[in-house]
């Protein structure tokens, strides 16, 4: 039987400075106020959303920092997110399916609505609202076994329940991915999509992933972003022309930017100054037209809430004393943060949103092309001893304790690679790693194996540090 | 100190902290010399390399699959209708071994009946399926490394077939505590704790 949770409430204490922060303006012009946000997140929220208004014994809920401002009204945004979504599609915004770990900005571009492979499970699940925990762990896994009956076995935990389009029930426009290493299973989502039911329009973008050097390869990849351009702009009615798209590029640079700044800044703090929860605020870098005031409004707010903590030497809520620090690779790369924070531990990043946040992308000349360069270029995407190379130098920066590489059951290349990955990251980071492989039917079915390997590669962490102060010690 | 999974859900304990580290600490205390440890529970497998003082510098494990681990001799005990204790006498004998080709345990059960039709006698297949058991060991042994002197904790450890395998296929002594090698961890957790209560 599981366990009850304990409700969650924000408290009281915090509505006064809750409500002096700024309000949130989206690209359509709506601004909803400090007020709004704090009725729905002490009222509406609890209401429609109790699961997540639960402090779940196994993966903590809200983050318990309820004086990171920006963490608490980034709930909000999330929470809101569907409402906003729907009235967009209902407006005319057309739903396209990417390839999961892709860069947005030509689909942003045509002002698509962006969803990656779980979208029709949240979609599914945002059908019925008021359940409770216990009843949204019921709905998701009736969803997942639906789902997975007709696809094949070797197709990941992730991508798989993107048969959810064959019901019928998720609006998917059309399903366009770009086919990098950073996901084997993006034709999966093709697959479903293509079903005669469905018969839901496709493009792929062919992403040259033999790494040979030479200019035809960007050349390549350009004329095909062109084509989808041109697809997508056809499907949302905006003429995505080279203007349309060098605008794209600058803004989501600029989004980057502060976000890159902004997770610097909390590496290179002596406290971390906010938890793993709230530190995923801090790399946001990827926002549509509609979305893109506010996340740039949320990160503004977070930079400023992180550098007064820096000041004060406040660390994040939920994190323990000098927390060991845990560096997370690996594609779609989930771990229980709340778990690893009560054993001890904080995540200090994850390899491919960084490599995301660290793409650089020109500005000036062909926009297709430079698209296609910034994505050829893209850390992740790079041969395996490359992009190794590149996180170890991530890992140094972060000042990680340690690597712990995840993939998924039927992620063929992210698991083909690890090893090697983790053996580069090893001798050039000089940090200990661990590989973990999640089960075909998701993290639930081997929890507990699961955090013994994680809480005992944490102790042996933690060992180290000892040791290694104890060395710095004697050498004084 | 609560250990094993489940111990989250220990509310007495003070702290938590693995059946890795406690093994290490458990078999370090009953034999100082041990640098590999190889545990092998009712649902998962686990190599441990120690460093002098009984610490953890590496570990690997099995726990995705039922193959080389207790509940795998469940199954084959099963197979030839005897209790799991008397599982590993039964290959005490000088008949010749019988491979075991299946690493599944669902696969390697069918294999077993098929060998069992085929008149082949249970000395040989068990002795086949203790190897197979050692060889998946060895295997996950081969990804840290095995040195120094082995230790053999968790319930599998009671049994004479897969610590004689064990020793084969790792051709080296493998010490088996006289201490129950199931509560090995339990005592490791003890003398962490000991040592926590010392410090405190």
Known sequence: ?????????????????????????????????????????????????????????????????????????????????????????????????????????????????????????????????????????????????????????????????????????????????????????????????????????????????????????????????????????????????????????????????????????????????????????????????????????????????????LARGIRGRGLHHNPVRLFVCGSCAAVNAFMIEQAGGVVVGHEEGLSLLYMDTKEDGDPFMNMAEALCDLPYERPPEQRAAWTAQKVKESRADGVIFVYNWGCNYQSSISRMVTEIIKAQAGVPTLTIDISQSGQMTNAEQARTRIEAFMEILDRNRSVSRQAAFSCR | VATGYGRITAKFATKTITEITCHARGAHYLHPATRTIVDIGGQDCKVIRLDEDGNVADFAMNDKCAAGTGRFLEVIANVFKVPLEELGEMAGGDAPLVPINNTCTVFAETEIISLVARGECAESILKGVFTSIASRVAGIASRIGVNGDVFFSGGVAKNFGVVTALESVLNCPVFVPDFDPQLVGALGAAVLARELGARA
């Not at chain 1, 079903?195 to 790494?211: A, G, L, M, T």
Request: proline share 6%; net charge neutral; hydrophobic share 40%.
């Open chain 1, 1 to 309: 039987m599981s366990e009850k949770g304990a409700p969650f409430r924000y408290p009281e204490r915090i509505k006064e400075a809750f409500l002096a922060s700024g309000d949130l303006t989206f690209g359509d012009g709506t601004t909803v106020s400090t007020a709004q946000m704090w009725e729905f997140l002490t009222e509406e929220g609890p209401r429609r959303f109790p699961a997540a208004f639960t402090r779940d014994p196994f993966s903590g809920g809200l983050s318990p920092d309820v004086d990171f401002l920006a963490g608490v009204k980034r709930y909000y945004w999330a929470f809101t997110g569907f409402d906003r979504f729907k009235a967009r599609h209902k407006n005319g915004a057309p739903i396209v399916a990417v390839q999961a770990g892709s860069p947005l900005e030509i689909y942003y571009a045509a002002r698509c609505l962006v969803v990656g492979p779980g979208f029709p499970v949240g979609w599914l699940l945002q059908q019925s609202t008021g359940l409770s925990r216990e009843e949204m762990q019921r709905r998701l896994a009736a969803i997942r076994n639906e789902c997975k009956k007709s696809m094949p076995a070797e197709c990941c935990t992730i991508v798989a329940p993107f048969n959810a389009v064959h019901t019928s029930q998720t609006p998917i426009d059309f399903a366009a991915p770009i086919t990098m290493t950073a996901c084997s299973d993006a034709m999966f989502t093709i697959e479903s999509a293509r079903r005669v039911e469905n018969n839901i329009p496709s493009f792929v973008v062919d992403f040259p992933v033999n790494h040979q050097a030479g200019s035809w390869r960007a050349e390549y990849l350009a004329s095909q972003l062109r084509m989808l351009a041109a697809r997508l702009g056809k499907l949302s009615g905006v003429t995505v022309t080279d203007e349309v798209m060098a605008a794209e590029i600058k803004r989501q640079n600029q989004l980057r930017r502060l976000a890159r700044e902004c997770t610097e800044l909390w590496w290179n703090a002596e406290v971390p100054p906010a938890n793993s929860g709230d530190r995923g605020i801090l790399g946001m870098c990827s926002a549509d037209a509609h979305n893109y005031p506010v996340v740039m409004q949320l990160l503004t707010e977070a930079r400023a809430e992180i550098q007064h903590r």
